[in-house]
C-alpha cells in the first residue's frame, strides 16, 4: 500500500510542501505576473482548505501525493476569489499587507486571479485516475461561489436573513467542501456527503455572521457593509426587528454614506447584536447535531470543522485559519 499522510506528514511539513509546489509552479518571468504572484505567496494564508483536505486524506488513506496536488488546487482557486473580491469590494488590504490590485492595479490583479483558476484546473487534472472528475467538482464549486458573489454585490436594498442565509452559504460553502469532497472522489467514497454538505453549509453561516459582527462592532472602525451596502446579518436582523425603521429604510435606499457612523453605533448598540449571536448559536448547534450522521470516517474531519468556528471570541489572526 502507498504511504498515508498520517504515516509521512504532519500539517506543518504538508503546509511546506505546499508553499513549495506554488513556488514551483509561479508564473513565468515573461507573463509579467510573477512578482505579484511572489508577493500575493508572502503570506498565504493559514492553509485551512489544504488542512480540510489533509485531514480527508488521512481518513481515508489517500496517497500523499495526490492530497498535496488536490489541496493545492482548492487552496490556489480559493485564492483566486480572495483576489477576484478584493477587486470588487475595494478593500485596501488583504493578510496585513496591500492587495493584488492595490498594489498592482486592477488589470494585474484580475489577471493573476484568472491564472491562479487556470493553474488550479491543471493541478486538479493531474489525478491519473480522477483528474477530469476532480476538475468538474472544482468548476462546479467556482461556479457556485460566483452565484453567491454576484448576488453579494447585487443588492443595494437591506436585504431579508433569508436572503442573506442564501448569499452567504453560497460565498462560503463551495470551497469549504471541495477540500473534503475532491478526496472523497479520489479514493472512491461510497457512501453519500449530503450530511456533510448540510454540516458545511451551516458553518458556512457561522463564519460569514461572525465577520458581519465584526464588521458593526465595535463602532471605532467604520463598517465596510454599511457603506458599502452588502449583506450583513446583523443589519438585517436591525431592519428586521426595528420597530419604526422607515428613516434607516430610506437612508440605506439614498446610497448617501455620510451617516455610516451614526447608524453604526445604533445598529452596534441594539438587540441585532443578540439576535446575530443567538442565530449563530443555533446553526452551531445544528451543525453539532450532524455530526453523528455523518459517514464515520469522515466524522472526525467534520467535528474539526465545526470546531473551527466554534469560538466567540475569535480574533482576526484565528479567522485566517479558514480565510
Known amino acids: 500500500m502507498p504511504p498515508t499522510i498520517r504515516s509521512r506528514l504532519s500539517f506543518g511539513v504538508f503546509l511546506t510542501q505546499l508553499g513549495e509546489l506554488f513556488q514551483r509552479e509561479l508564473p513565468s ?85 484568472d491564472w491562479m483558476v487556470a493553474k488550479a484546473f491543471e493541478l486538479a487534472s493531474k489525478n491519473k485516475t480522477h483528474g477530469g472528475q476532480l476538475v468538474g467538482q472544482l468548476a462546479t464549486a467556482m461556479q ?5 458573489q454576484a448576488s453579494d454585490v447585487g443588492q443595494k436594498r437591506c436585504i431579508t436573513t433569508n436572503q442573506w442565509k442564501r448569499i452567504a452559504s453560497g460565498k462560503t460553502s463551495p470551497f469549504l467542501l471541495a477540500p473534503i469532497a475532491g478526496v472523497a472522489l479520489a479514493s472512491n467514497f461510497e457512501y453519500s456527503l449530503q450530511s456533510l454538505k448540510n454540516l458545511v453549509s451551516l458553518c458556512g453561516l457561522v463564519y460569514q455572521g461572525r465577520n458581519d459582527i465584526d464588521d458593526i462592532v465595535p463602532s471605532s472602525h467604520r463598517s465596510c457593509d454599511l457603506d458599502g451596502r452588502k449583506p450583513n446579518l446583523v443589519v438585517s436582523l436591525f431592519n428586521e426587528n426595528n420597530t419604526g425603521n422607515e428613516d434607516f429604510n430610506r437612508w440605506y435606499n439614498s446610497g448617501d454614506t ?14 441585532a447584536i443578540v439576535r446575530a449571536n443567538h442565530a449563530l448559536d443555533i446553526w452551531l448547534a445544528e451543525a453539532e447535531l450532524i455530526v453523528p450522521s455523518v459517514p464515520s470516517p469522515l466524522r472526525e474531519v467534520a467535528t474539526q470543522l465545526v470546531a473551527s468556528v466554534n469560538d466567540k471570541k475569535i480574533t482576526e489572526t484565528q479567522r485566517g485559519r479558514i480565510a
Open 144 to 148: 457556485q461561489t460566483c452565484v453567491g
Open 29 to 113: 518571468r515573461e507573463s509579467g505576473l510573477l512578482n505579484a504572484a511572489k508577493y500575493h505567496f508572502r503570506n498565504p494564508g493559514k492553509g485551512f482548505r489544504a488542512q480540510l483536505a489533509l485531514a480527508s486524506g488521512e481518513a481515508l488513506r489517500l496517497h500523499y501525493h495526490d492530497v498535496l496536488i488536490w489541496a493545492a488546487a482548492c487552496e490556489l482557486i480559493h485564492n483566486a476569489s480572495l483576489v477576484h473580491d478584493d477587486i470588487s469590494d475595494a478593500s485596501t488590504h488583504r493578510r496585513g499587507q496591500k492587495s493584488i490590485h492595490e498594489q498592482f492595479g486592477i488589470d494585474t490583479a484580475l489577471c493573476l486571479g
Open 258 to 271: 455620510s451617516k455610516v457612523g451614526q447608524w453604526q453605533q445604533r445598529i452596534a448598540s441594539s438587540q
